[in-house]
């Protein structure tokens, strides 16, 4: 009997211990599936890292992507290639110049040499120290003409750089050029390795990008999102900041987002926690959101309406006259922008006040749909037009077409819509397809008349395919004025050449607005670029 009590005894035993193995194997496998899911399901404010450290991270929301991920070549700057790469020159929260990679500079007193020292103890993201070498490859690199570089042009005041030693370079300029601590410090100025194109191939600018900036390149797929990743070495921010150190945000994540809807509810819901180029249309709906802060400026942008003006009909000024009067820009700015921004009646936006032309509105062509329909006919088509009108897919561009489309049909010009991806329309106006088309600059200064306007940037970015020999004698005359003020007065006279020939058909000057949610913290607006290395935090769950 007390054999079998044992018997009994040992196989309960054994029975409760193969119960104890099944459990604890099903607790290994559920918390391996909750740790899983839990990460397929983990918010866009923070993640983990093997220490158990929450990471924060910032998702931002675009409408388009770059085309490339390369200062030197794009035409079309993400915001990505900012936190990547330094400049030599920086420009703080008043717009003015201030120190970057380089120290302090000097300049001669004929304007002609300029003496740039170079910050010590720099390194890029692959290792290498920063030196005056990488500075000058730089340079010459968007100088050369085989890069087929879109800024080549507005580095043509420098003659040739020259190396003293490792910190400190001369920049010897064919005239004195006021505007060039502007575009040493703009983004296409951004300084990469030398030999950087030899060393990395076709993968650069695609694949690997390198500079010296606060955030590294950790991924980017083209028209879905950029990852950024904090430069945990990085000690040698400008001095007019209040953290020069690493950011305290340790991922940037930009998200496209073309359709402007989904960018809201993302931004409500958190799904982004910064939203750039906020929609005129969701103002009043952001503005009533508790949780959201919506910020307001003047913006240096500019809409317009360009064409081919190398094909037919556009060879015709009287076509492009009527272009322009067949344009009810009130009603546009109305139905686009909902009434958030102003009309556009030369080629620069009014923010640019020593430069700005202001008997633009003088200038302009007012919306007269008959004064349109008579020019038409006396340039030989009085009945009319039949174009495509082309536009990138986001939201605004395509409301945008849609009454540009029927404005023209007023004035018997019927045209095609035709939409591309940020990719594609860049391709089309490369390969010159275009016949009408819509487009939006943000700059800061009269040199992107330079960029957009001069025969030696034809066919891109001179996608309007201007080649006019009077709109490059006033240009090439401003650039190389001596001092500030004889250079915005004589872009004064490019813009009236530009009105008469009604190259443009400027339609309207939008708000800048940003939209930031409440878990963003030391919110810091830059009117050119915003510093994420500069004190910005964010709150993570």
């Not at 093997?50 to 931002?60: H, Q, R, Y």
């Not at 930009?254 to 960018?263: A, G």
């Not at 006279?493 to 940003?514: C, F, K, N, T």
Request: proline fraction near 4%; glycine fraction near 6%; hydrophobic fraction near 35%.
């Amino acid at each position: 009997m007390k054999v079998k009590i044992q018997d009994a005894r040992n196989a309960q035993k054994a029975h409760n211990t193969h119960k104890f193995r099944r459990f604890t194997v099903f607790m290994l496998v559920f918390a391996l599936l909750a740790g899983i899911l839990a990460g397929c399901s983990k918010g866009t404010g923070s993640s983990q890292d093997s220490a158990g450290t929450k990471e924060k991270a910032l998702v931002i929301g675009y409408d388009r992507d770059a085309e490339i991920m390369d200062t030197i070549k794009t035409s079309w700057y993400s915001d990505a290639l900012i936190y990547i790469h330094d400049r030599l020159v920086t420009r703080d929260y008043e717009f003015g110049y201030k120190p970057g990679l380089a120290e302090r500079w000097d300049v001669s007193d004929d304007g002609l040499t300029w003496t740039f020292y170079l910050r010590k103890g720099v390194k890029f993201h692959d290792g290498k120290d920063f030196k005056a070498e990488d500075v000058k490859w730089t340079i010459d690199t968007i100088k050369d003409p085989d890069t087929g570089s879109p800024f080549r042009g507005d580095l043509d005041a420098i003659k040739e750089v020259k190396i003293i030693n490792d910190y400190a370079i001369e920049m010897v300029l064919n005239y004195p050029f006021p505007n060039l601590l502007y575009n040493l410090s703009a983004t296409a100025s951004g300084i990469h390795p030398a030999n950087a194109y030899e060393k990395y191939g076709s993968d650069y600018g695609k694949k690997i990008v390198i500079g010296t900036g606060p955030y590294k390149l950790e991924e980017w797929i083209s028209g879905d999102k950029t990852v950024l990743v904090k430069n945990e070495e990085y000690n040698w921010g400008p001095e007019w900041m209040s953290n020069r150190g690493p950011a305290l945000i340790d991922k940037i994540v930009l998200k496209i987002i073309p359709d402007e809807n989904s960018r809201i509810m993302e931004l409500e819901v958190g799904g982004i926690q910064l939203l750039r180029n906020v929609p005129e249309t969701y103002v009043e709906k952001i503005e009533s959101n508790p949780d959201i802060t919506l910020y307001k400026n003047p913006a240096t942008k500019l809409g317009y309406l360009a064409c081919a003006t190398d094909k037919e009909p556009f060879t015709d000024v009287r076509v492009r006259r009527a272009i322009n009067h067949a344009l009810n820009r009130e009603e546009i700015i109305q139905f686009v922008l909902r009434g958030i921004g102003e009309v556009a009646y030369g080629y620069l936006p009014p923010a640019l006040k020593d430069e700005y032309l202001e008997e633009s509105k003088d200038l302009y062509y007012e919306y007269n749909p008959e004064k349109a329909m008579q020019l038409l006919a006396e340039a030989g088509y009085p009945d009319g037009l039949e174009l495509t009108l082309s536009a990138d897919n986001s939201s605004k561009s395509r409301k945008l077409a849609e009454i540009i489309q029927s404005q023209l049909k007023e004035v018997k010009i019927e045209t095609k819509i035709q939409l591309y991806d940020a990719a594609s329309y860049t391709d089309m106006l490369k390969e010159g397809k275009q016949e009408l088309f819509i487009r939006e600059y943000s700059w800061s200064n009269a040199d992107i008349l330079d960029w957009f306007l001069l025969s030696e940037q034809f066919p891109y970015p001179n996608h309007s395919r201007w080649v006019d020999e009077r709109t490059d004698e006033l240009i090439k005359y401003a650039a190389q004025r001596p001092t500030w003020e004889e250079r915005a007065e004589a872009y004064k006279e490019v813009q009236r050449h530009l009105i008469d020939q009604a190259v443009w058909a400027p339609i309207y000057i939008p708000m800048s607005m940003i939209a930031v949610r409440k878990e963003v913290k030391n919110f810091k607006y830059h009117p050119w670029m915003l510093q994420y290395n500069d004190g910005f935090d964010i709150e993570v769950k």
